[in-house]
């Protein structure tokens, strides 16, 4: 096997992650379609959403510890023999084991398409049915049922409306996510910690991993 035909098989891999992100987000629509009608079935339902999300979720994680051993084992094959190319398949499944049974349900319960998942649904559900949302397995800390007409659709840094709003869970602020995610990269270059761009906001370190998708505004958006 070519170090070549290895990269090309990685590519593969992240493109199946893009269609499994995209399929993520489906469902999470389909999910707050679900929350947003009264029905006595919607429980149900919901639960098996969270499922397909949780399957996904596992398989995106797994591509990732995949892609991790892969890229480790041919870095380390590279500087050897080109006889330890011979090794390579059992290398990297010897050290995928090892790697994915090591992961833990909380990795997986913090992926972040499922964390947004959950989080959109319980707000939906607020919205529509507080009694229900209480019987949720979490509760958030602030209340985000308000109105469309109270909510500022505007990016704090490109000071347009958000396409993809992406919240910051520490300080409960919005940005639209090419914006945020730019301004992230942008300071990471600098070695430097990015201050949300929120006048007032106390938050001095916006992480990525602090931001989710918020379906909820999105769909306010769109319906605008």
Do not use: W
């Not at 098996?48 to 870095?75: G, P, R």
């Not at 958030?140 to 659709?153: G, I, P, R």
């Not at 704090?156 to 995610?181: F, G, S, W």
């Amino acid at each position: 096997m070519s170090l070549s035909a290895v990269h090309s098989t990685l590519s593969s891999l992240k493109t199946c992650q893009t269609d499994i992100g995209t399929g993520m987000d489906i469902v999470t629509d389909v999910a707050l379609d679900v929350a947003e009608t009264a029905g006595t079935e919607n429980d149900a339902v919901l639960k098996k959403l969270e499922v397909m999300m949780l399957e996904c979720a596992k398989l995106d994680q797994e591509i990732n510890c995949f892609v991790e051993v892969v890229n480790c084992v041919t870095a380390e094959v590279r500087n050897q023999e080109p006889e330890a190319m011979f090794r390579l398949k059992s290398l990297v499944k010897e050290k995928f084991t090892e790697r994915h049974d090591s992961l833990s349900e909380g990795e997986l319960q913090n992926h972040v398409k499922l964390v947004s998942f959950k989080e959109n649904v319980r707000n939906a559900l607020k919205t529509v049915n507080p009694e229900a949302a209480e019987n949720m397995e979490e509760e958030l800390d602030e209340d985000v049922a308000v109105t469309q007409s109270e909510v500022n659709f505007t990016c704090p840094l490109t000071q347009v409306e958000m396409v993809d709003p992406m919240k910051n869970k520490k300080c409960n602020h919005h940005y639209d996510r090419d914006a945020i995610m730019g301004m992230i990269k942008a300071r990471q270059n600098q070695k430097k910690k990015l201050r949300c761009p929120v006048v007032g906001c106390g938050n001095t370190d916006v992480k990525q991993g602090d931001l989710i998708l918020d379906q909820i505004m999105k769909r306010q958006i769109l319906k605008r």
